[in-house]
């Protein structure tokens, strides 16, 4: 138990000396002075022991949300977000898909666009989501079309929310299932309900976030029937330090996808590299899009 | 032989002298009649089917890879067979005309397409992104009338919005779409339209098209194949509207059959549907409930017709339905509805006005002859490519026009084809390896996934930032070239060398089909060529085998009578016997052996049935003769097939004939055995001694 406490209130950055990072509200001045100081006993009384009670019976609703809020937080870039990203597909019984795409994001005007790079079949393909719009583009045929959130991004198994900023504590009404193992990791177990009015992909969502980082390690995306549609993984994470936002995005570094539909497929992404610089201002529309082929 | 005689005279005598007698006759007058009849009209059916099928995609046979998991399923459109595919279609071609029985050699493919329609709105928009952007720009009259359109699709959205916030609860509406409406109604919005029409487009397909959700998407089946090959081995294929592809070109011919049901205005459509159901098959609205549900759909589904008219259109058609309804009401879709509303005595004037007066204010067919149609397939490697093929035209089979099986699949050319089916050549695989190597990840199994990416301890990391180069990554240049293949034309050997899934065989003489599919077997595996080939029966998948259905139905139920009727006839055939037992004794007594006694009542008992099978079987030709004079009517679209056209005229099977004689001479002589052996069992004192 002391491990879950220390870990749940005060992780050090290891690799970044000096850095602490902020975490369940906790600002790293308090965490350090309650810990060093002479208040630590009532530290210890005020918190830890709640902290104990919780651990008996689950988190409490607002802890929760405390935990969503914190991932979208990491996940927003603040400013403009550009990407490279490998995409490659397992197919049962066909051949393996891979490409290349530039992801593009303005968290801000809540924009996003993936413009795919290679294979040269591929290349000059992109969605462009403005608003609750999501356009696929081909150039081939030189034409836009709407796509739903369910849109197997490329013929992957991934989908636009595993590109995009995360807006979980907004969408979903999260539920404490417990604590649990994964691998070498005690993880909370989450579930998910979307909140009603809302349009996402997934309506149920099940998530296992990392108590010791506060990242999500995996999760499993289910219909409104209950059926268990992907499960996907998020083993590393990678932090960038944004001038704009004054504190780290993180992204998961690969993300493995496995379908639970036709079983055998699946699917792996990976964010090769990631750029905050500023990006043109009227790139997102799909004037911008049509230009990158002819 | 004077015996034989004598008995025949006996039996001849005996058949209706008793009340048992006709019984069994009567039993094996409605057996072989129903035995002729039937034998008749599936004979018909598999020859009515044979020519759909045959004449239709199949061919007399087919050949395709034999390394492939599943057979051809030419009918099959919704389940795609797993076929692999022949990499050189002119490698094969040629081996499989050497034999002299072989007429054409047709290579054939089968696939899926999807066709995605934006929303209403969203496909004005699109015209009019086209119209306004350089390379497609359009006379200034045009894109007025485009923007009028908009803004008059906006102003309904708007109505539509008032009337639903009146009865719907608050709060059902984003007020923001609210805002954007009367921005995207307003004269400034307009106003400032051509100084940013792009902005201004974005804002119209980002803000507003997305409040109309009735984007559509068409599940279209089509054959890929070298068109004019295919066009000089089917010969009952016809044009209808439009014209043939050029030969060369990339093209595609849709059927009509599925032209008029996928591709035309809803409510014409159901309009026509009703018209058919009055002027040809004599059905009447107020009796037909499915008549009355299309009626209903058409007075409630104004909608499509209201979106696509301009506000001069608008205009038009409510003074055009004012004028024929008699009324003053300026709502159109009220006109519309009212107009719709139709019974069995205004249906016919107000189906002229539509034709004579609406129709040309409206697109009746979403694509015409001579326009591009951009079309979706899964690839064979599972992702989704898209091809722009122009629409020729459209085209039917000569006699199977209203068939929905034989005018289930389209035509298109076959390089249009290799593009959807995503063959995936050898560069593509050596691009694939080259990016997973550049990446240089190992695939994690789905059962090992948590053991082998949590095995370890906590891994963040920081990121520098690298600056990504766009322009590095696109391959060096910025823009993607793309090369417009629409109008290329292909030379003969570039259409047959390429990938084709199977292909079809015609005969010269289809009565020659079992020899021939050996001599051609044969030739593929002498050649190595790795096909097999089998029958049109076969490559039509269920749909094959549904002549095979029918014919065991009825030999099953035919079974069951004549068995029925061998239990009755034993049993009468007993009784009669012991009614007869004083007159075997009698004869018995004066002399007549055994065998007389047996032969009489054989004789007496198959003379029956033949007689009364010869009944049957005249009754039944006449009826099958009276049949192939009327004809019988294909009730569906699906009998239309079967029958190879609008009737089926029956013709006589002689198969069945022949069939119905050896069926009663084998049950008369099985049911007659025992009673027969037991006649001769008596002895003449005994049963001279008995009482009557």
Redesign the interface.
């Known amino acids: 138990m002391k491990t879950f406490q220390t870990k749940m209130f005060h992780h050090q950055d290891t690799k970044t000396p000096g850095k602490t990072i902020k975490f369940l509200g906790f600002s790293p001045s308090l965490v350090s002075w309650c810990l060093g100081g002479k208040s630590c006993l009532m530290f210890l009384v005020l918190v830890l022991l709640p902290g104990l009670a919780l651990a008996a019976e689950g988190l409490s609703k607002d802890k929760m949300v405390e935990i969503l809020k914190g991932i979208d937080l990491r996940i927003r870039s603040g400013g403009d977000y550009k990407a490279l990203v490998y995409l490659e597909q397992h197919q049962k019984d066909k051949p393996d898909i891979a490409q290349e795409a530039l992801v593009y994001r303005r968290d801000v005007d809540q924009k996003l666009m993936i413009l795919f790079t290679k294979p040269k079949t591929d290349a000059g393909k992109g969605y462009l989501r403005v608003d609750r719009n999501l356009w696929y583009y081909d150039p081939t045929v030189g034409k836009w079309e709407r796509r739903t959130d369910r849109e197997r991004i490329g013929g992957t198994d991934s989908n636009r929310e595993d590109f995009d900023q995360s807006d979980l504590a907004g969408q979903y009404d999260p539920q404490f299932v417990g604590e649990e193992k994964l691998g070498n990791f005690t993880v909370w177990h989450l579930k998910l309900t979307v909140k009603p009015g809302i349009d996402v992909a997934y309506p149920l969502v099940e998530f296992w976030v990392d108590e010791a980082t506060g990242n999500y390690l995996k999760r499993q995306d289910f219909a409104l029937s209950g059926r268990l549609m992907r499960t996907s993984y998020d083993p590393k994470w990678d932090k960038l330090f944004s001038d704009i936002k004054k504190d780290y995005l993180w992204f998961p570094h690969e993300i493995h996808i496995y379908d639970e539909i036709d079983k055998g497929n699946s699917t792996l992404v990976i964010i090769q590299s990631v750029d905050l610089s500023s990006l043109p201002e009227n790139m997102f529309t799909k004037a911008w899009l049509e230009t990158k082929s002819r | 032989m004077s015996w034989f005689l004598l008995l025949l005279q006996t039996s001849f005598r005996n058949i209706f002298s008793s009340f048992l007698n006709l019984v069994i006759g009567l039993i094996i007058l409605v057996g072989t009649f129903f035995f002729v009849v039937g034998g008749s009209l599936v004979d018909s059916i598999d020859k009515g089917m044979s020519r759909s099928i045959i004449g239709s995609v199949a061919g007399n046979c087919q050949v395709y890879e034999a390394s492939s998991q599943d057979s051809p399923a030419v009918f099959e459109s919704w389940q795609i067979p797993d076929l692999d595919p022949i990499p050189d279609f002119s490698k094969i071609k040629g081996p499989l005309m050497s034999d002299p029985n072989v007429s054409a050699v047709v290579p054939e493919g089968i696939n899926t397409a999807i066709v995605?329609y934006?929303?209403t709105i969203?496909q004005v928009l699109?015209k009019l992104?086209k119209a306004v952007s350089p390379g497609t720009r359009q006379p200034k009259a045009v894109v007025d009338s485009l923007k009028a359109h908009v803004r008059q699709m906006v102003s309904v959205i708007q109505t539509d919005m008032g009337k639903v916030n009146q009865i719907a609860a608050s709060g059902s509406f984003d007020p923001q779409a609210g805002e954007d409406l009367k921005k995207a109604s307003s004269n400034e919005f307009w106003g400032s339209f051509d100084s940013d029409p792009?902005?201004h487009?974005?804002f119209l397909?980002?803000?507003i098209?997305?409040l109309i959700p009735d984007?559509d998407q068409i599940f279209l089946s089509y054959v890929g194949t070298d068109l004019d090959a295919y066009q000089r081995a089917f010969d009952r294929m016809e044009i209808v509207d439009g014209q043939m592809v050029p030969p060369g070109h990339r093209g595609m011919l849709l059927s009509k059959y599925d032209y008029e049901e996928m591709f035309k205005l809803k409510s014409a459509h159901r309009l026509d549907q009703i018209h058919e159901a009055l002027t040809e098959k004599n059905k009447k609205i107020a009796k037909d409930p499915d008549l009355q549900d299309l009626v209903k759909q058409n007075k409630l589904q104004t909608r499509e017709i209201v979106l696509q008219l301009d506000p001069l259109s608008s205009q038009k058609a409510v003074s055009i339905l004012q004028g024929t309804l008699n009324s003053k009401e300026t709502d159109l879709s009220k006109l519309l509805s009212a107009f719709f509303d139709t019974d069995d005595s205004n249906f016919e004037s107000r189906y002229k006005v539509f034709y004579d007066q609406l129709a040309s204010l409206v697109e009746l067919y979403r694509l015409k002859p001579g326009e591009m149609l951009?079309i979706k397939a899964y690839t064979?490697?599972?992702?989704?490519?898209?091809?722009?093929v122009k629409i020729y035209g459209t085209f039917q089979f000569k006699g199977l026009e209203k068939s929905g099986l034989a005018g289930s699949e389209s035509l298109m050319d076959l390089m249009s084809f290799r593009d959807l089916y995503g063959y995936?050549t050898p560069d593509?695989?050596a691009?694939?390896k080259a990016?997973?190597k550049t990446?240089g990840?190992s695939?994690?199994s789905?059962d090992q996934?948590?053991?082998d990416?949590?095995?370890?301890?906590?891994?963040?990391?920081?990121?520098?930032?690298?600056?990504?180069n766009?322009k590095a990554?696109?391959?060096g240049g910025?823009?993607?070239?793309?090369v417009d293949l629409t109008q290329r034309v292909y030379t003969q050997d570039e259409i047959e060398k390429g990938v084709a899934m199977g292909a079809a065989i015609l005969l010269k003489d289809p009565s020659q089909l079992k020899a021939t599919m050996k001599r051609l077997q044969a030739i593929c595996d002498k050649d190595n060529l790795g096909l097999k080939v089998i029958d049109w029966q076969k490559a039509a998948g269920n749909l094959g085998q549904f002549v095979l259905a029918l014919k065991i139905i009825l030999y099953f139920a035919t079974f069951i009578i004549f068995v029925v009727a061998l239990v009755i006839i034993n049993n009468a055939v007993v009784m009669a016997t012991l009614q007869r037992v004083r007159e075997i004794g009698t004869m018995r007594a004066i002399g007549a052996p055994k065998s007389f006694v047996l032969g009489m009542v054989l004789t007496e008992t198959v003379v029956l049935g033949l007689v009364f099978g010869a009944l049957g079987s005249a009754l039944g030709s006449g009826f099958v003769m009276l049949l192939n004079h009327s004809g019988i009517p294909a009730a569906n679209e699906f009998l239309y097939f079967f029958f190879s056209g609008p009737r089926l005229y029956p013709g006589l099977s002689l198969g069945s004939l022949i069939g119905a004689f050896i069926v009663v001479l084998i049950v008369t002589c099985v049911s007659a055995l025992y009673p027969a052996t037991m006649a001769t069992k008596v002895s003449p004192i005994e049963a001279m001694a008995s009482d009557e």
């Open positions: 995605v934006g929303n969203d699109e992104r792009f902005n487009l974005e397909e980002n803000k098209a997305y984007s951009t064979k490697s599972g992702s989704v490519d898209a091809v722009n995936v593509k695989i691009e694939t990016l997973e990446a990840v695939f994690v789905r996934a948590e053991a990416l949590f095995g370890g301890s906590s891994d963040v990391e920081q990121s520098q930032q690298k600056a990504i766009d990554e696109m391959g910025a823009k993607v070239k793309r």
